[in-house]
């Protein structure tokens, strides 16, 4: 199928270019972290990579297995995958800078060959059919422009039998208009209610159900423990990317971070591509 980039997507890249090098304050890792309970004292980037184990696993990935990783970001999902399960990963995105920093970090580990994030929309994937045997899609969904459209390019390039990950930011109270424009600004378009349409999603898709998980308690700290991260590299940030870009990150981010933590939770479902499709 041919490349092609809707306008949605063009601004979902553009997002991520601006943002750019302020990822350093996450380690790379652009997705939320797990906590097993509010007793748990485990570290923020500790947390994120706990995070990428808990989906990871439900790939039930094999060595030399082939992965596709939808929406990969600079790539430090893809570089954990690759090394715990000795598979192959192949990740896309539509921002150039992340192609570039995942590029970096990908040689930086030592998985040159292995691990590839190449530019590419999730809705007109560059890619034959059956061409992996699994696929994840770590909070990149919700950006989405057309969910359903996203799912049946990932059920078409994944082999029959493959197994399909990915994470969906549900909305835990009604919105108003201003916080809907909010969420739109900072790439989360229209958050489901609930797991239940979630599902259903994936179903109409073609994908069989494995198991769906509500994380929103589980998750829910990030967005405190990123706030600290913040406050505690503020100085240096600025010093480095100027106080301009930071107050304004600050700003933007501080809108968006407290609007999820009150109203968005965070779901984890569990797919199979049947292996008679």
Known sequence: MAERSSRVAEQVGEYYDDIGELVELVGGNLHVGYWDSEADRTPFLAAMHRLTAEVGDRLELRRGQRLLDVGAGVGEPAIRLAQQYGVSVTGITVSAWQVAEAERRVIAAGLRGRVTVRWGDAGAQPFPADSFDAAIAFDSLPSAEDKALWLAEIHRVLRPGGRFVFTEYPRLAPLTPDEQAILHGNTIHDPPAGLTPVVNMATAAGFEILSGADLSDNVRRTYDEFFAALAEQRQTLASVYGEERIAMFEQGITMV?????????????????????
């Open 257 to 277: 971070f407290r609007l999820c933590q009150a109203k968005i939770g965070y779901l984890v479902v569990s797919c199979r591509k049947p292996s008679d499709a």
